[in-house]
Nanobody, 125 residues
Framework: EVQLVESGGGLVQAGGSLRLSCAAS????????ISWFRQAPGKEREGVSC????????YYIDSVKGRFTVSSDNAKNTVYLQLNSLKPEDTGVYYC??????????????????WGKGTLVTVSS
């Protein structure tokens, strides 16, 4: 059984930083992708960033480029999302998701096969 467990969320002031972790079990990092999505109150879930487990390629939505960094530790089956220069509009529940094969469309919800339960990030102004 695949399990994805997020951690690291919390309350932070604007301009601050957080580091989210996604620990995967039952899922081998091999030619697939791990993504981060977020859902703000009253808004649809959006893909934020993803990383290919095969070659380490990373992808970001424009609004977080230069501020967020995704990385992976394949030996630990863990993916991280470093959030810097946080803004109030970054507030939301952050979900880790895994795509079983390949990294195409890894920022699209419908392309993901497994989901974590999320961790809440709240950025105060």
């Amino acid at each position: 059984e695949v399990q994805l467990v997020e951690s690291g969320g919390g309350l932070v002031q604007a301009g601050g930083s957080l580091r989210l972790s996604c620990a995967a079990s039952g899922f081998t990092f091999d030619d697939n992708a791990i993504s981060w999505f977020r859902q703000a109150p009253g808004k649809e879930r959006e893909g934020v960033s993803c990383i290919s487990t095969s070659d380490g390629s990373t992808y970001y939505i424009d609004s977080v480029k230069g501020r967020f960094t995704v990385s992976s530790d394949n030996a630990k089956n863990t993916v991280y999302l470093q959030l810097n220069s946080l803004k109030p509009e970054d507030t939301g529940v952050y979900y880790c998701a895994a795509r079983a094969r390949g990294s195409f469309w890894c920022l699209r919800s419908y392309a993901m096969d497994y989901w974590g339960k999320g961790t809440l990030v709240t950025v105060s102004s």
